[in-house]
């Protein structure tokens, strides 16, 4: 009981501090109260009544309302109401908390505190957001709110692994992925470093970002280090990409899988590191990225990984683990996803084996490498394509003596 309103007097006053330091007129002492208000409620339900918790909101909201009305009077109020939707969803983690839930309400009051600290970074992001960009985020939700809950969730086809729902879930956490990288772009600016180029590209896309630097480096050859940096560190994202992927799709599996990806993700990032040391302007320029959540490449790359696990399925069964690693070098030519997802899926349900899984990614990996390598070859200048060679050279490399020597699990 006592955890409970120590739990809620801390968040009252963390939102309290936050309120009173931009001046509004419930602040570090009105939110406190709110929060234990509501605490006391809850604790009390078992004695009084459930009643008494939906009692003390409509309490709160009719003192909420009665304050504005005094401010009406007093001269022009101000228009704005967040203030009093927060202290609503304050006495609300109150009665969390007083109802046992601590963890909801430190969720839910942090993120409150969050909220309402960063008013104008969030400003500043609705005023970046363009036409295309809000085209992006209605197609995201079209995906995930309207489409996926609709599709059938079973298995059809000989191997009963095109299952329409899981399909077009991968869809979605591959596009809520590169939407939240956009994001991060967008918040950034255009012009970053080109670090965290390199990261946001290889989150939102290597292959694109791949594509984009190749044909700077060629139009600007005094930036072709930095280009060559971005490109080598986007692919090395890639492999945290890939781990972020199997944690949401396949967590039973990886403690398999990990390891031998993020040795391979260390030795690129270790290849990046030192690409970039040597490298004498670290300033990424600017590059116009598009809204990633286009409808018809989410459905293309549905498509895709529909017909790469299909693929992974004739060839298990029909040609054994030699059919498997050439759909995985195919699939990986110019998108990891696909072969990832996949692969993930099957080893989950126990149809492969976690070990093999995780070779299948890495082959699929080499071989994305070597696309984007012939992408600088084509579109890229002979310099860029250089550094880019030295580097995606080591990293198969490490993968070929990963597959060679690590131990079978």
């Known amino acids: 009981m006592y955890g409970a309103l120590g739990i809620a007097l801390g968040l009252g006053l963390l939102v309290g501090l936050q309120r009173e330091r931009v001046d509004e007129s419930a602040g570090i002492r009105t939110f406190p109260l709110i929060t234990v208000l509501g605490a006391v409620c809850a604790l009390l339900t078992a004695q009084v009544g459930a009643w008494l918790v939906p009692a003390g909101l409509v309490s709160v909201a009719a003192v909420v309302f009665a304050g504005k009305m005094i401010e009406a009077k007093r001269g022009p109020a101000d228009a704005g109401v967040t203030t009093d939707v927060a202290a609503l ?87 809520g992925m590169s939407i939240a990288a956009y994001v991060a772009f967008k918040l950034l600016g255009a012009r970053v470093g080109a670090l965290l180029s390199g990261v946001l590209g290889g989150l939102i896309s290597s292959t694109a970002t791949t594509v984009s630097y190749a044909r700077r480096a060629r139009t600007a050859p ?105 759909v995985a070098a195919l699939s990986g030519l110019t998108d990891m996803d696909a072969i990832t997802l996949s692969t993930a899926q099957l ?50 490399a490490a993968g070929v003596a990963l597959l060679w020597w690590w131990p079978v699990r």
């Open 89 to 175: 969803v304050m006495f609300a983690v109150g009665a969390a908390c007083g109802l046992g839930h601590e963890g909801v309400a430190l969720v839910v009051g942090g993120a409150v505190a969050v909220l309402l600290h960063a008013k104008q970074p969030l400003h500043d992001l609705a005023h970046r957001i363009g036409p295309a960009d809000a085209k992006a985020i209605t197609r995201f939700a079209l995906i995930v709110l309207v489409i996926l809950p609709v599709l059938p969730n079973r298995g059809y086809g000989p191997y009963a692994v095109l299952n329409p729902f899981e399909i077009w879930l991968m869809v979605a956490l591959i596009v």
């Open 222 to 326: 005094d930036e072709r280090g930095v280009c060559a940096v971005v490109v080598v560190i986007a692919s090395a994202t890639v492999f945290g990409r890939v781990l972020v992927e199997l944690a949401v799709v396949a967590p039973g599996i990886l403690g398999v899988v990990a390891p031998p990806i993020a040795a391979m993700m260390g030795f690129m990032v270790l290849v990046s590191a030192v690409l970039f040391l040597c490298t004498k302007t670290t300033q990424a320029g600017s590059l116009t990225r598009e809204p990633p959540s286009d409808f018809r490449t989410a459905i293309a790359f549905g498509l895709v990984y529909a017909a790469v696990l299909f693929a992974v399925a004739f060839a298990k069964e029909h040609f054994g683990s030699r059919g498997l690693f050439v």
């Open 347 to 396: 080893a989950r349900s126990g149809a492969l084996h976690a070990d093999t899984a995780w070779r299948l990614i890495v082959v699929g990996a080499m071989a994305n490498l070597v696309f984007k390598l012939a992408t600088v070859a084509v579109l890229g200048s002979p310099r860029l394509l250089g550094r880019v060679a030295i580097a995606f050279g080591a990293a198969i």
